[in-house]
């Protein structure tokens, strides 16, 4: 006990020159290295206990709840009693205790504890910040496509096919065809069809024709399938229904064979338009590839009229071509049950013959004019009495830009369309032409 009282004594008179936050420090220095000999002092006083503040700090405490007059007053003379609002006259030796809570309601750092912190605040760690609230759920709108939807259908080409008939014996037909072709986002085709047509013959008004047609072109597995209905509107007869398909069959790689029906007003003339005659015709086709430059092309027509009539029609034509140049063979055959011309209109021979040999040449005659020229030379046969056939060709196109063709075409023909009578002769003059613009 003497040997700690003197150690005390030498304690106070250190304090007694230093200022008091110099004795704070020191003490702490004390406190913290020699906790283990003020433990073995602090035995000697009753076994004191620990007290820890709320900033964590441990301060010795005697049995009887008080703090050790010394470290009491050491405590008071930093903080001050103004700050641990005791009265001034106060005994350090009153409880120690209510000491210890007045420190604990101190809003002070936490100096008694030696940490870096405690030297430099801002190196303090920061209590974790409260857990900010859930985002509110986002309310996205349904986010529309930069690209437009592609279109149902996209317009191909638009093709104008002009034709211009006149024969020697007054008879004139008219036809302006326009044909709008548009492909579908499957790969079908559809067509949209109209025109301008007009018809005229001596003995006969005249008769004008509006067609409006809608045509679909598409695949089946192998099949190639188009088909097509409209109307034929008439500026002083009924409206007729027309009707026409025509599938196509691959057999091996060079041959296809195809079906085609049609049924419609028979525009053979202004008189068979004012009869309202009327027909089916169905029949096969057959085209074969024999090689590159050779083909074969046939077909056969059945006919069957609403004025009781049947006709058939046979056509054949071989072709070779030699460079820019070709050679082709013609057959054709057409024969009905009954001769109706006189009171229907049309040319419908019992018996009627033609065969001919074509020879063309086909070429550039500049960089965007192409031409054909072609004449035929053969035989026709009408009643059994034969005569001569022959017909010359001319047909050019022009590439008026990359999305623009114009065709020209003429055509002289002897070849009978009609009954010329005894003594005469029969041609016919035919100007074509068709514009295509791509799209």
Known sequence: MKNWLQRYTFVKLIWGCLQPQWILILSLGIWTLGVDKLQAVTENS???????????????????????????????????????????????????LEL???????????????????FNPELRTPPPPPPSPPPPPEVTSPSESSEPEPPVGVIENIQIDFRNDTDNFGQRNQFIEPTAQFRLMNGNIIRLKTGFNSFEQKGVESITNIPIQVGWEGKIDQLTVQTAVGVDLFN?????????TKVDVPIGQNVTLSGAVEQGPYKFNAQTLENQITAWRYGPNLYWQIDRNTSLFSLLRFGSYNDGNFEQQSFSRLERKFGQFSVAANLFNWSYTRDREQQSGYFSPSDFLVYNAELAWEGDVFDFLSCRLAATLGQQRLRGKFDNANTYQARCTAKLSPNLEADLGYAFSNVQNREAGAGSSYNNNSLTGQLRVKF
């Not at 900033?55 to 641990?84: C, H, W, Y």
């Not at 002083?236 to 026409?244: D, E, G, M, S, V």
């Open 46 to 96: 009753a076994s004191p206990q620990q007290v820890t503040t709320e900033n964590s700090i441990s301060l010795p405490v005697l049995e009887n709840g008080n703090l050790p007059p010394k470290v009491t007053e050491a405590i008071i003379s930093v903080t001050g009693r103004e700050n641990l609002h005791l009265p001034p006259d106060s005994s350090v030796d009153g409880s120690s």
């Open 100 to 118: 210890h809570d007045k420190l604990k309601s101190l809003d002070t750092p936490p100096f008694l504890m030696a940490a870096p912190q405690n």
């Open 236 to 244: 002083r007869l009924p409206t007729a229904l027309n009707f026409n």
